[in-house]
């Protein structure tokens, strides 16, 4: 369901065998699958709770995007191993928004080398590949050498962090701009923004329905923020020392 009525008073969590747990007054939390919910680290159990927390008189579970991916990682609905999401994260590389490029009208074209050309650039000194781009229909020939570089850079994530990523991936349809992010090269509204590139170039040459814009604006950055801060916190070590939602 989209959204239920508030059943619980209090959000705490408590450490147990397999992590952090999340308890709503007496109940702990379980995933869609009923396994416990359990999150390695305090930090990221801290957010979760955060957001049952913020709930008001019905759970808006739509707007509970850590969640959804702690209990995506838990419940791994597809079934795929590390091999296996590290590949599917890599292909997306053979449609990136940033390397298919336009011709017509020039406006555009110039608008896509000037903010586009330089996350290129800094991916292919910052993993040392060759990436390039395109306007040809078929896109850009990537090197199986730079899939190969991306694949051994994916593989120093935890399953749970990659879960995180291929979920930005999906949101911006890049990988370069999801490893821009991750990398803190760009913000999430740049790369937001250069994501959405063509269609804000129309807006600004057409107009929108304001409304129905800005809610597609932000949703993609919470969607963008949740999944980068889902990575962070999967791939953090360190215990966070503060206490639970302090008055």
Not at 9 to 21: K, Y
Not at 138 to 160: C, D, R
């Amino acid at each position: 369901p989209a959204e239920r009525k508030r059943f619980y008073q209090n959000v705490s969590i408590s450490q147990g065998e397999g992590g952090f747990e999340i308890n709503l007054d007496h109940r702990k939390l379980k995933t869609p699958q009923a396994k416990l919910f359990t999150v390695p680290s305090e930090a990221l159990a801290i957010a979760v709770a955060t957001e049952w927390d913020s709930q008001r008189d019905t759970i808006k579970f739509y707007t509970m995007h850590l969640t959804t991916l702690c209990n995506t990682a838990l419940d791994n609905p597809t079934q795929r191993n590390k091999t296996q999401l590290i590949r599917a994260a890599v292909k997306f590389l053979d449609t990136d928004t940033v390397c298919y490029r336009v011709e017509e009208p020039a406006a555009l074209a110039e608008l896509q080398k000037n903010e586009w050309d330089p996350v290129v650039s800094w991916a292919e000194k910052r993993y040392n590949v060759a990436i390039g781009s395109s306007t040809s229909i078929l896109g850009p020939n990537i090197p199986a050498s730079t899939k190969e570089t991306f694949v051994s850079q994916l593989a120093s994530y935890n399953m749970w962090a990659l879960q995180g990523i291929e979920y930005v991936i999906t949101q911006l349809k890049s990988l370069i701009l999801t490893m821009g992010l991750i990398d803190r090269h760009i913000t999430v509204e740049k790369a937001v923004l250069l994501s959405r590139l063509e269609e804000e170039y129309q807006i600004q040459r057409w107009g929108n329905v304001e409304w129905a814009h800005d809610y597609d604006l932000c949703e993609l950055r919470a969607r963008a923020a949740a999944g980068t801060l889902f990575v962070h916190l999967c791939s953090e070590s360190s215990t966070v020392k503060h206490k639970l939602l302090q008055d």
